[in-house]
């Protein structure tokens, strides 16, 4: 499970239960276990503090490199 923070103010954004080892590049909703901050859904998905995080794509979310951090384990399967 990865916790995911801002990168601009560190506040959490969301727990993830990410599959692979690869880049988070995407957050599937589905796996979005914990939400620190409401999602604003069809848009922009920005941090409390104003930051731009990732895009809203229905199902999941587009993430911008670099605006967050995360820590945690990966799991495989
Ligand atoms: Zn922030």
């Not at 969301?14 to 692979?20: A, E, L, Q």
């Not at 104003?50 to 229905?58: A, Q």
Request: charged residues 30%.
């Amino acid at each position: 499970m990865l916790t995911l923070r801002c990168a601009a103010c560190k506040k959490k954004l969301w727990k993830y239960d990410k599959v692979g080892q690869g880049e988070v590049l995407r957050c599937h909703k589905s796996r979005i276990t914990r939400l620190y901050q409401p999602l604003k859904e069809g848009g922009k998905i920005t941090c409390s503090c104003g930051k731009n995080i990732g895009t809203d794509k229905g199902t999941f979310i587009k993430m911008t490199g670099k605006t967050f951090t995360y820590s945690g384990t990966k799991r495989n399967s």
